[in-house]
């Protein structure tokens, strides 16, 4: 029997990319998964794409910029499953910004989704693992390769400066969660998933007119789906994924 067998998972910006890459792979385990997207058209059509597969689907509207969206899936989820086992913290905002040109509405926009809105989707499924009893969770950050890096913009891909923040931030929030999870002698695995340029609807225009190897998304999902069936005592903290030859 699998490890994952009976979870429940939650994914954040579930119905393009990455995201819609490893929602595919869950339920096709026979997994549950509640798939989060401010675009709920799209996520019903992938409803629609996974029927016959051995796991299911739940589409839920949220936009993890705001706090009350937030607030109703995390209620939906414990009023109709009561709780999840995994959270995987795919959704992502990379705006043009500029440090010394940009708006600060791009900025905000960008740390409200990628590090305030992911925080509080996270201290939200730890609450309601707690209530379920689960300890041997897992907490899933998609980070990107960028955001270990201290010189994000020496690169072969477009990287902006406000995405390189939050993403650095990321790598805190991470290694912070871990941290307190371990002195509270919880189970719960906090991993860390940095890929390098993948070809997603974000990046497809710019590969089309700047020829570089990418990742597809199923080679992330894939990596991600390897860090979650490891033994109960092997953490994988941080796994690095790029395309040969990427420059960074």
Excluded: F, H
């Excluded at 940009?102 to 730890?126: A, F, M, Y």
């Excluded at 497809?204 to 998304?217: D, F, G, I, M, V």
Aim: net charge neutral; with cysteine; proline share 4%.
């Amino acid at each position: 029997m699998s490890i994952l067998s009976n979870k429940i998972a939650l994914v954040t910006g579930a119905c393009s990319g990455i995201g819609k890459a490893i929602v595919e792979e869950l339920v096709s385990k026979g997994l549950k998964v509640v798939g989060l997207s401010n675009d709920i058209n799209k996520l019903k059509i992938l409803v629609d794409e996974l029927k016959g597969k051995p796991g299911k689907l739940y589409p839920l509207q949220c936009d993890l910029s705001l706090p009350n969206e937030i607030e109703g899936a995390s209620e939906w989820i414990e009023k109709n499953l009561g709780g999840v086992d995994i959270l995987i913290n795919n959704a992502s905002l990379s705006l043009d910004w500029s440090s010394i040109n940009g708006g600060i509405q791009e900025l905000k926009k960008t740390i409200d989704v990628n590090v305030l809105g992911l925080s509080l989707i996270t201290k939200k499924i730890l609450q309601l693992m707690k209530n379920k009893g689960i300890d041997n969770g897992w907490i899933v950050n998609v980070n990107d390769v960028c955001g270990l890096k201290w010189l994000p913009l020496a690169s072969d891909r477009p990287i902006s400066p406000a995405y390189a923040c939050s993403k650095s931030a990321l790598t805190a929030l991470t290694e912070s969660l871990r941290l307190e999870l371990a002195q509270n002698e919880s189970n719960i695995k906090v991993i860390n998933i940095c890929p390098g340029l993948v070809e997603t609807e974000v990046t497809q225009q710019w590969l089309k007119e700047n020829s570089r190897l990418a990742l597809k998304p199923k080679d992330v999902a894939d990596a991600i789906l390897y860090t979650l069936q490891t033994p109960e005592n092997v953490l994988i903290k941080d796994l690095i994924i790029t395309p040969i030859r990427e420059i960074i």
